[in-house]
C-alpha cells in the first residue's frame, strides 16, 4: 500500500516562510514526478510547483521567483521552500506523486492528506 503524507504548514505573517515536507512510502517500484498543488476556498486545485524524475521543474507564475521545490530521491521526499508569502498563498497545499507500483506495474497519481497554509497580512 502507498502513502502520501505531508507535513509542515501553519500561520505566518505576510513575508514570512514556510517549509513544506511531503514522503512517499510502501511498496512500490520508483517514485516519478513529485509536486505540489493548492486550493483556496471556492477555487479550482492549482499546480504550484513539480519536478520530474530528471529533476526539470515547473513553476506556476505567481510563485516564480519565492518558492523553491526540491527533492530528496533516497528517501522519496519532496519539499517546498515558501518564501515572501503572501495572503493570496493561503490554501490547503497537497503533495502529489507520480508513482510506478509493482503489482500491477503502472504509473499511478497519489495525493496526500493537504496541509493548511494561512498567510496573514
Known amino acids: 500500500q502507498v502513502q502520501v503524507v505531508e507535513s509542515g504548514g501553519g500561520l505566518v505573517q505576510a513575508g514570512g516562510s514556510l517549509r513544506l515536507s511531503c514522503a512517499a512510502s510502501g511498496m512500490f517500484f520508483s517514485v516519478n514526478a513529485m509536486g505540489w498543488y493548492r486550493q483556496a476556498p471556492g477555487n479550482q486545485r492549482e499546480l504550484v510547483a513539480r519536478?520530474?524524475?530528471?529533476?526539470?521543474?515547473n513553476y506556476a507564475d505567481s510563485v516564480k521567483g519565492r518558492f523553491t521545490i526540491s527533492r530528496e530521491y533516497a528517501k522519496n521526499t519532496v519539499f517546498l521552500q515558501m518564501d515572501s508569502l503572501k495572503p493570496d498563498d493561503t490554501a490547503v497545499y497537497y503533495c502529489?506523486?507520480?508513482?510506478?507500483?509493482?503489482?500491477?506495474?503502472?504509473?499511478?497519481?497519489?495525493w496526500g492528506q493537504g496541509t493548511q497554509v494561512t498567510v496573514s497580512s
Open positions: 519536478m520530474n524524475s530528471d529533476g526539470s521543474t
Open positions: 502529489n506523486a507520480l508513482i510506478t507500483t509493482v503489482v500491477p506495474i503502472r504509473a499511478t497519481e497519489y
